[in-house]
């Protein structure tokens, strides 16, 4: 089945310590997303990726950082300088652009303490 | 700067109602994208509809459908007949050009759908 894999599905870490999302797609998108959600706010876009090798940032990428070295594949890891990182962190791709849908990941909830 | 509206936090309806989700959207941009989202209890957000700017027809899907208003600037979602499988938290969302010239996409917070039996 196509579709967008992360994992794991929950996370916990001590507060200090580096973490790294997994993000997987086989649906051939050149497109990939991470955002973030925290309760009773919409989604917002930490950082994209258009193209294998390149990605920017989105409205709150500060504490976190992105690789992009296989087009299938799109990690993100949630640094120490992130603040709260206590949250629920999704994934997408779409075929090329923000204007296209997006596909969505079940997601990681992540909780830090 | 882009920002959508979703002012209805959260509605509670039963079963066999009509209900309306309201989204209102503000941009500069002439050419711009709205979209709606589902998000079920299960977590991961599932794509209902696009529309773009130039483009105000209502269209209908099932039980679905949407209202595009240009001059109110608004894209309400209605669901006809609702079930509980249509309780879920529901995402509008604007992509355009945002400063600078660079793609931009926005959330509104969305709204929480409650349907009971």
């Known amino acids: 089945d196509g579709g967008i894999t992360q994992s794991p599905k929950y996370l916990f870490r001590k507060e200090g310590q580096n973490v790294t999302l997994s993000c997987e797609q086989n649906?051939?998108?050149?497109?990939m997303y991470w955002y973030r959600q925290d309760p009773g706010q919409g989604l917002r876009l930490i950082y994209y990726?258009?193209?294998?090798?390149?990605?920017q940032k989105g409205d709150i990428a500060e504490g976190y950082s992105v690789s992009r070295e296989k087009k299938e594949s799109f990690p993100l890891t949630v640094t120490s300088a992130q603040k709260n990182p206590t949250a629920f962190y999704l994934c997408?791709?779409?075929?090329?652009?923000?204007?296209?849908?997006?596909?969505f990941g079940p997601g990681t909830r992540l909780t830090v303490t | 700067a882009q920002k959508v509206t979703q002012a209805q936090t959260e509605i509670s309806v039963v079963e066999k109602e009509d209900v309306t989700l309201d989204c209102v959207y503000e941009?500069?941009?002439?050419?711009?994208?709205l979209f709606w989202y589902k998000q079920p209890p299960s977590g991961e957000l599932v794509f209902l509809i696009r529309?773009?700017?130039?483009?105000?027809q209502n269209e209908i899907s099932g039980r679905y459908s949407w209202n595009f208003q240009k001059s109110t600037s608004s894209f309400n979602f209605t669901i006809t007949a609702s079930q509980v499988v249509d309780s879920a938290v529901y995402f509008c969302?604007?992509?355009?050009?945002?400063?600078?010239?660079?793609?931009?996409?926005?959330f509104g917070k969305g709204m929480k759908l409650t349907v009971n039996p």
């Open positions: 997408a791709s779409s075929i090329a652009a923000l204007r296209d849908e997006q596909y």
């Open positions: 969302a604007l992509s355009g050009l945002g400063q600078g010239g660079s793609e931009k996409l926005v």
């Open positions: 990726s258009q193209i294998v090798n390149d990605f």
């Open positions: 529309r773009n700017s130039f483009d105000e």
């Open positions: 941009t500069r941009d002439t050419t711009y994208y």
């Open positions: 649906l051939n998108h050149d497109a």
